[in-house]
């Protein structure tokens, strides 16, 4: 699922989840970008604290998984705050070139030990039938 980030009226990034056999597994990952005139000011953490809630909260996810390039400090930084831990590295192709890819897990004892962002959900029920639950 990719969702629109906005601020201000603008459309300044966006968060993913996703998941194969949720209903089984438990586990999700998320992936954001935002963009750069942006970052710095709280929106990063924001809209990945609601996207942790909404899989937590809403869809009663066990685990979390996402990752972040090893020299993009903001994204790690992110990822640190909301309780996510190491959980290794792979070197990916970017571009024809070995990049060094950190991999992260959050728990839901790591989530609730990080929870600073308050987020609510309303009228989840009529969509999770899409979230196969």
């Known amino acids: 699922m990719g969702l629109a980030v906005s601020w201000e009226g603008k459309v300044v990034g966006r968060q993913d989840l996703g998941a194969t056999d ?3 597994t438990g586990e999700a990952h998320t992936g954001s970008w935002l963009g750069q005139a942006y970052q710095g000011r ?3 953490t924001e809209m990945r604290a609601a996207v942790l809630h909404l899989a937590f909260e ?3 996810a066990r685990s979390m998984t ?3 390039m090893a020299d993009n400090a903001r994204s790690l ?3 640190e ?3 996510y ?3 290794g590295r792979e070197v990916l192709s970017v571009r024809g070139e070995a990049r060094d890819h950190r991999r992260l897990c959050l728990d839901r004892a790591g989530r609730e030990a990080h929870r600073t962002v308050p987020v609510e959900l309303h009228r989840l029920e009529p969509s999770l039938a899409l979230f196969g639950l």
Do not use: E, N, Q, W
Request: charged share 20%; hydrophobic share 40%.
């Open 22 to 24: 949720f209903a089984v």
């Open 42 to 44: 709280g929106i990063g």
């Open 58 to 60: 809403g869809l009663g």
């Open 66 to 68: 996402t990752g972040a």
């Open 77 to 79: 930084r992110v990822s």
């Open 81 to 83: 705050k909301l309780g």
């Open 85 to 87: 831990r190491p959980d």
